[in-house]
């Protein structure tokens, strides 16, 4: 027999016993396992800062919420304004009859004050009453009557007796004189059903008719509005939002505020995580440990609000920067390894609008939901070991697929110009696989993204909705 | 699994004594051999959400304790020189019977070998690798491989037949 068929026979032996052999180890072994491994981590200490932001977002959040919606009530209450609240009287006798008017009604405690106007004869005395002295006490019920509280006015102007007396007609409640409220959606001042009428029927009262009907320029008495900036939602825009947020989706449901095209540039920052370890089949790196990547990516966006809740947004994302970072250990010598990928991707997306009015302001916050298709190319890729660019040929997909969905919120500084911090995740596939999360071998490269971005837009406002925008009312012309 | 030490620990019940022969034929002591054992599992536990899937979960952890053993060869140990093999004289006096021995001196044997040779022993004959891979993954060539191959099984076969000598000696003395 050759020796070598002698050395075959031995192998099998050693083969056949050690391949399976067992041996029960020392009990202190476990002991030293256990000293090395790392202590268990309970999960709010694991998770600490992505729980930590992620109550800060939630307070945030509920705050805004809360804040803005308590807000609604008071926007609404602001705009049920009695119409007695704008009237003048051009005799004594007349704001008796106010007194009288007022002092009838029951509930809110009315106050009429008379004075008179420096310079004027005693013939042509004018008594006039001022809207802040005819406001009832503001009650902190929903069901309190009008509060005059945000107009204000620049110098207000006296009127003759010929006008005036269109507005004691109108302070009697039978003739209104302007198209706006009927009278027979007039009641008393403490009348809680008074209120839901306004809402249904008030439009906007713009500064100037308060002006028109005149104001003295005495300032005890001169009613205080906030100025009716350029560029920012109307009152009667403002008034569509809330009563909308206040339930009446029927009533409101095609709203012209928010909407149209805008455009602007993009920037963020996100988490990159690829799912395969291995960029091609002949390498094995399963012992690779990965480590967070971490990108930036920036280019334009364009988007579409229809006047409904809904609107598109497409996105020209010149560059992304993902990859995945790894490390492995070999005892003494550690390999880092990092892909670098960067990719020019093209999202478009479903937005679904939530408006809030600005507790500070008068221009509304949005919050959109998104979510749709994003399609991705690869512009550049490269591998680094340790900080080295290594002259590998790695397989990446140039083509990827995927799906990408977030949140945003539109704060808008004045109706064309609006700023946008949001959240997004997106995952992508090559196109072979895709819609599948995984390819015909199981094991298709996945790379997923979550991060933050800022946008900066502009909005073009169309004609169509300036010449919907309220004309000045008057009254009792 | 992870930082899961109850789990952690009933895999290690489950698998301790299979990794354990596999660390003591990569050893030439039963000390060396535990603290492989301790730095196998060490490593089975952190990459333990590596595993694919593909493959017995078994052969996995076998995996990692080879590469493990083979880390300390290539950090500790110098490979021979490059043996001709034809002027190396590997002939034997007789047979030597194997079927008498049992898995406590097979593993002996294996342990007296020096560590190139039980290296190289155990990843080509007891692991199946070939003699390409060997090299790659010792980072020597094919004819060292080889050569090492031809010397270990050489000694192997000498401590079997003195083993077998000795017994033989030992029965006629009693």
């Known amino acids: ?477 | 699994m992870h930082n899961d030490r109850q789990a952690q620990y009933q895999l290690y019940n489950l698998l301790s004594a299979k990794m354990f022969a596999v660390c003591l034929r990569y050893s030439n002591d039963r000390e060396s051999a535990e603290d492989l054992l301790q730095e196998g599992f060490i490593k089975v536990f952190n990459n333990i959400d590596k595993y694919r899937g593909d493959g017995s979960f078994e052969g996995w952890v076998r995996r990692i304790f080879v590469n493990t053993a083979v880390e300390h060869f290539r950090k500790s140990s110098r490979m021979l020189p490059v043996v001709n093999l034809d002027a190396v004289a590997f002939t034997l006096e007789y047979e030597a019977p194997t079927h008498h021995l049992h898995v406590e001196d097979l593993m002996r044997f294996v342990q007296q070998l020096s560590t190139g040779y039980r290296t190289i022993f155990n990843l080509y004959v007891i692991e199946g690798f070939s003699h390409k891979e060997i090299s790659e993954m010792l980072n020597i060539s094919e004819g060292t491989s080889k050569s090492q191959l031809a010397r270990a099984r050489y000694l192997l076969q000498k401590m079997i037949v003195e083993d077998d000598q000795k017994t033989k000696t030992n029965v006629a003395t009693t």
Do not use: C
Request: aromatic letters at 10%.
């Open chain 1, 1 to 477: 027999m050759s020796q070598q068929h002698d050395f075959h026979l031995m192998e099998d032996r050693f083969r056949d016993e050690l391949r399976e052999a067992s041996v029960i180890p020392p009990i202190a072994v476990w002991e030293k396992i256990d000293a090395g491994l790392p202590k268990p981590v309970p999960f709010y200490v694991r998770y600490k800062w992505p729980m930590i932001a992620s109550a800060l977002i939630g307070v945030v959040l509920a705050g805004s919420i809360w804040s803005l919606q308590s807000n609604d009530e008071a926007r609404l209450s602001a705009f049920k304004v009695h119409p007695s609240a704008f009237s003048v009287v051009s005799s004594v006798s007349d704001a008796e009859s106010v007194k009288q008017y007022a002092s009838n009604s029951a509930g809110d405690q009315l106050t009429a004050s008379t004075s008179k106007r420096q310079g004027e004869s005693s013939s042509d005395d004018q008594v006039l009453v001022s809207a802040a002295s005819l406001r009832p006490k503001v009650q902190s019920s929903n069901t309190s009557t009008s509060s005059w509280g945000n107009k204000q006015l620049s110098s207000p102007k006296s009127i003759d007796q010929k006008s005036s007396l269109n507005n004691r007609a109108s302070l009697a409640g039978q003739s209104v004189g302007s198209d706006y409220l009927p009278s027979d959606k007039v009641s008393t001042i403490s009348d809680n059903g008074f209120v839901a009428n306004m809402q249904q029927s008030m439009k906007a009262v713009s500064s100037e008719n308060m002006l028109a009907e005149g104001f003295s320029a005495d300032d005890t008495y001169r009613p205080k509005a906030i100025p009716v900036e350029p560029f920012t939602y109307s009152d009667d825009e403002l008034l569509q939002l809330s009563a909308r947020n206040a339930g009446n989706k029927k009533g409101h449901k095609h709203i012209n505020v928010n909407s149209g095209f805008f455009m602007g540039p993009v920037f963020g920052y996100q988490f990159n995580r690829l799912t395969k370890q291995t960029s091609s089949p002949e390498t094995d790196n399963s012992f690779l440990e990965y480590r967070p990547h971490f990108g930036s990516h920036y280019g334009l966006a364009f988007g579409y609000d229809f006047p409904s809740r809904w609107g598109i947004l497409a996105e020209w994302v010149y560059s992304s920067n993902e990859g995945q970072r790894f490390q492995e250990n070999f005892g003494d010598y550690v390999v880092n390894k990092s892909i670098e990928l960067d990719y020019m991707k093209f999202p478009l997306m479903v937005r679904y609008q939530q408006a809030f009015l600005n507790k500070q302001g008068r221009n509304p916050v949005i919050l959109n939901l998104m979510g749709g298709l994003q399609y991705s190319l690869l512009r550049s890729k490269n591998t680094f070991i340790n900080d080295e660019l290594a002259l590998v040929d790695q397989k990446f997909n140039k083509h990827t697929w995927g799906l990408a969905a977030g949140a945003e919120l539109d704060i808008y500084a004045t109706k064309q110009l609006f700023f946008t911090i949001g959240m997004k995740s997106a995952f992508a596939s090559s196109t072979s696989g895709f819609p599948r999360l995984k390819g015909r071998e199981g094991n298709d490269p996945m790379s997923i993204q979550t991060g933050l971005y800022a946008r900066l837009n502009y909005r073009l406002v169309p004609i169509k909705n300036k010449e919907k925008q309220p004309e000045p009312q008057t009254f009792g012309q």
